[in-house]
């Protein structure tokens, strides 16, 4: 009875009002545009240090990788350490981005050492990618 | 365009399909490339050697050579012995603490001392190498 009703109203127009869902369509598009920081990743996994002291780092940041062979990675490909304060201002282009090192536990600390020299000529906040001890 | 308006006499709602079907690609795009990194991780932040004051107090320094061992003033120690010396080092001020390391040592354990260094309330850290 009532779907025969809404049947004779709706005989006329048999479209579906689509204004509310580009409504929300709109609403969702903003905020990943928002949002969107588009970060460059290394393009490798390592093994983090354990550190009981880590805070959670600034997402918008250039990230660097150490690995285990003891390779710095950045934005896919393998760079070598005197390259490492131009591609910071290169990525960082005056705003002054942190920089996060993602270091393997198994890489050289000497090595590391020097990626944060370096780093540290370009910007002021050079940080250690860390992970949560297990309780 | 008489006989059009006879065809259609009050139809005259614009199709939005298209542009529902841009503002979609659109969406997937930004959820795509929206890479949410969340990072944890130390800071160690050092004061810079421009100024003199702070040449004259040695920092506490830690060594650690390529055998993977960790020394404090040449001796052996373990790394739950980090945060207790840094803590008597000086007991009224903030601690600056050096960490050199030489070539071989393990960065998980430079990053464990700094770690254990800034728990027990190391303002400055400095991970310096040293020459081969």
Redo the contacts between chains.
Sequence with gaps: MRARNRKIETSDTDAINVSPLIDVVFILLIFFIVSATFVTLPGIEVTRPQAVTGKALEKNAVIFALSGENEIKYAGSTVQLDEIPALVEQASKDRGKPVVIQVDQWADASLLAKIVAQARKKSTDVSIATRKPRA | MKRRLNQEPERTEIN??P??DL??I??IF??V????????????KHKDTASSSSNLEEPLSFD?PASGQLLQDGMVIGIDQVAPLVRSSSADKAPSVL?R????????????V??QA??AGAQAVK????AQ
């Design positions: 939005v399909s542009l529902i503002v979609f659109l969406l930004f959820i490339a929206t890479s949410f990194v969340n990072e944890v991780g130390i800071t160690p650690l960490v390391v030489s070539p071989g040592a393990r960065a998980g354990l430079a990053t464990q700094m770690d800034m728990l991970l310096s190498p040293l």
